[in-house]
């Protein structure tokens, strides 16, 4: 028997086997191990779990989504049927919230097929009680990649910041994978690979490339945004991603652990923390631009929300409500779009992806494409 949990135990037996291991491998076992995974084992919102998010401080995030939906489905010709497809929906509130939003029109409510990529059984089991009894046909994916062809409206809430992250550390010759190593005592470390990654500097932006010893630069893989991309491109629709995160690729850790609403050390009791990074929004938007979509935005979460009108929402609630309820309603709207200690209206961005003759999308700023923002080139 080991003296550690049991995902410590098996990171601990792969580095004693195989060497130190990427951030990105550590943080997709911690997160995703069919046994010891942190997403595979429990259900980690609200106030009970580790962490809240924006769809369950307030049914107005939903609400407001499912308006914006419905404008993106008029603005794509109003298509029968259209998917409604959610990646990482955590408890189904933002789905629920949303399909009932959407019965005001009913064109488009009954148009709508719900298709939801989860990985998390407790959760699956979460989302079918938050949602049965709709009438709207619901599937659950493994993958975006089962979903059934056809134009799609893709939303997607902290789900890419859940996603493995490599980190890259700046040593004298050059950028080092960084990893994950046992220390002299035994303990989980940080450690950076021996040899640095050939020709690893020319991928990066110039403000990355500058960066001095010492410096560590987070990147992920491009395989889902890509598939998004694709997919919007070859059959239509439109995607939404909020997350927190920056809007320019920067250097900086970010790598942390979440556990009952505070930071923790990422690498103390594996499995049994969230662990997450910020999302590079610059990078998403090359992704999703290679892959032939069209970009929209990014905002701040606070500006977008106000552009599709929480405030007059909130006014509206809040005038059916009592005192109690009055004042819920306030600090929710606070928290969903303003800017101090603890709210996510400038921390969280929001960035639209569209097929590429889908102009604009509510709320968000139109993005010329790469080749048509450079000076002479034909529009
Ligand atoms: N969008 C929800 C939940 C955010 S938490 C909300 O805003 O409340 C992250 C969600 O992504 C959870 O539902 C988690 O189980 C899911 N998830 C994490 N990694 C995933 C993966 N690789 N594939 C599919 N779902 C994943």
Known sequence: MSAYPPASAEIRKLIKAAGPMPVSR???????????????????LGREGDFTTAPEVSQMF?????????????????????????????RGTMMADILRAIRVLPS????????????????IDRQKETLRGTKTPVAWHDSIDSI????????AN?????????QVVRLQHGW????????????LAFSAAAEPLKHFDLLLPPLVRASPVGAIFEWRPNAEIMRIGRRLRDQG???????????????GDTFQAISRHSFADPLRNPGQADLTAHVDFQALALGAEDAGARLHGPAEQGDFLRRLGIETRAATLMSKANTQASADIQSALKRLTGTGRGAMGALFKVLGVSHPELKTLPGLSEQPPAETAAPGADA
């Open 108 to 123: 488009f409510y009954q148009a709508v097929s719900v298709d939801l990529v989860e990985i998390n059984p407790a959760l």
């Open 26 to 44: 550590y943080m997709e076992l911690c997160l995703t191990h069919p046994l010891y995974g942190y997403y595979m084992t429990r259900d980690p």
């Open 158 to 166: 902290e789900f890419f910041d859940a996603l493995p992250v490599h």
């Open 62 to 90: 939903g609400e407001l989504l499912g308006l914006w939906a419905a404008a993106v489905w008029k603005s794509m010709g109003m298509p029968n049927p259209v998917r409604l497809v959610e990646l990482g929906p955590g």
């Open 148 to 155: 059934d062809e056809g134009p799609a409206i893709i939303l």
């Open 176 to 187: 080092h994978e960084r990893v994950i190593d046992l220390s002299a005592s035994g303990q």
């Open 237 to 251: 629709g439109a995607a939404l991603i909020i997350d927190y995160g920056h809007v320019r690729s920067d250097a």
